[in-house]
């Protein structure tokens, strides 16, 4: 709390919230500070159901006070003795998980006691006790059954103590018919409103919890699905432990590096060189998605991209190859747009490879083989602007789009092979 604080401080009350609602919130925060989110809903309840005794006791104070305070004066005595002991009860979570509770059904359990035996038991304070078994369970859970149980025990054999044995009239005050009759309607109704209003509040709580809980969730499996395929992210909920490898008869893979990187890198600060980076590779992200393609990761500024994993489709050619042509397109913007020129180099191969999760903390989608490997090379001995694809991606690609023969290419580990330039669409 500021004030608490900062003693001897000039604050201002609107700074720490001093008005009705204000103080209010911040009574039922006491004792809160250090405890787990599910300890915090139940001291919560109890600071709520304290405050609503000790509103209660002051409306049957008035009353009491208003038919006349003479004749009335150790009932209100009482009232407003036992509102006190109730608002101190926030103050005790600090004891132990259960103290202030405890100390508040103890508490009750004598006050209302003390009412019925000054008011009489047609005063009808006794049902009061009523509204604490329903209370008990929304404080102490499901978990503490067995002690909400014994609580409630205690209060039904104050409340029979009450009815069996107290006198009906009061012996220490003159009370009319009618204002034992109204004080026990009263006490009725009111314990009925205390019921309704700390249910209320309870499954409010937990409603705020459902909905935290829920976003954490979403957030979750938001942060899932960026590591890892959707398809791949379901398997993993439904087998956690399971060993995720596939093998694919058919993908085609394509890489991407951003020509000159290295130089414009060394001479960036580094919050224009990521902004830089997070510029191209986010335009590529939204390529990727358009075009149903897998990104796989990044490699400093090299982007990698499967088409047909994991789950296979019969264009995933096509489909990256569309994605290449637009790349380019795209580079050509930012250059457009940056005043400077961005231009990639892209290659593509497509054959078999093999698939799967890696590591459990932190979770990662990779694709192996030598149509990784060449796909690698199809970039590496690539220009600036062009897309070099090899024969087999060629052939998947199809007689849609147009090439243009570059020659036998010396790959590394797999001698002269021939390649293409795609060049764009039929």
């Not at 508040?104 to 009489?120: D, E, F, K, R």
């Not at 979403?218 to 995720?244: C, G, T």
């Not at 191969?349 to 093999?354: F, V």
Request: charged letters at 20%; hydrophobic letters at 50%.
């Amino acid at each position: 709390m500021v004030a608490a604080e900062r003693p001897g401080c000039d604050v201002d009350s609107e700074q720490i919230g001093l008005r009705p609602q204000g103080l209010l919130e911040r009574y039922l925060q006491i004792g809160l500070e250090h405890a787990a989110q599910r300890e915090r809903r139940g001291r919560e309840i109890v600071n709520f159901v304290s405050f609503a005794a000790v509103l209660s006791n002051t409306v049957f104070a008035l009353g009491f006070a208003v038919a006349g305070f003479g004749n009335y004066r150790p009932i209100i005595l009482a009232l407003a003795c036992f509102s006190v002991v109730w608002f101190a009860t926030p103050f005790l979570h600090r004891f132990g998980k259960l103290a202030a509770g405890t100390y508040l059904w103890a508490s009750a359990g004598i006050g209302n006691s003390v009412y019925a035996w000054l008011a009489g038991a047609d005063a009808g304070f006794q049902f009061f006790l009523l509204a604490g078994p329903a209370i008990l369970v929304m404080v102490l859970g499901s978990k503490r059954a067995v002690l909400a149980a014994l609580y409630c025990l205690a209060f039904i054999l104050v409340f029979l103590a009450i009815e069996l044995l107290f006198p009906r009239r009061s012996a220490y005050m003159e009370m009319s018919e009618t204002v034992a009759t109204f004080t026990f309607l009263s006490a009725i109704c009111m314990s009925a409103v205390i019921n309704l209003v700390a249910a209320f509040y309870t499954f409010r709580l937990a409603e705020r919890s459902e909905e935290a809980f829920e976003a954490e969730h979403e957030r979750s499996e938001q942060l899932l699905l960026n590591l890892v395929p959707a398809s791949i992210a379901e398997r993993l909920k439904r087998r956690p432990n399971e060993i995720i490898a596939d093998t694919l008869p058919e993908v085609t893979i394509l890489f991407a590096d951003i020509v000159g990187f290295t130089q414009r890198a060394s001479g960036m600060p580094a919050e224009r060189l990521v902004a830089f980076l997070n510029r191209i590779f986010l335009a590529f992200d939204r390529l990727a998605d358009a075009h149903g393609l897998e990104k796989i990761k990044t490699i400093g500024d090299a982007y990698m991209v499967g088409g047909g994993m994991p789950v296979q489709r019969p264009d995933h050619a096509c489909a990256v190859a569309d994605m290449a042509l637009e790349m380019i397109a795209t580079t050509r913007d930012i250059s457009a747009e940056l005043g400077e020129e961005v231009a990639v180099r892209i290659g593509i191969h497509t054959g078999p490879a093999i698939a799967g999760v890696i590591g459990e903390t932190k979770l990662f989608y990779d694709v192996w083989g030598d149509t990784v490997n060449v796909a690698a090379r199809m970039e590496a001995h690539g220009e600036p602007g062009r897309i070099q694809v090899s024969l087999p991606a060629r052939a998947a690609i199809g007689p849609d789009y147009t090439f243009v023969g570059r020659g036998m290419v010396v790959i590394k580990g797999k001698g002269e092979m021939p390649t293409f330039w795609l060049t764009g669409k039929a």
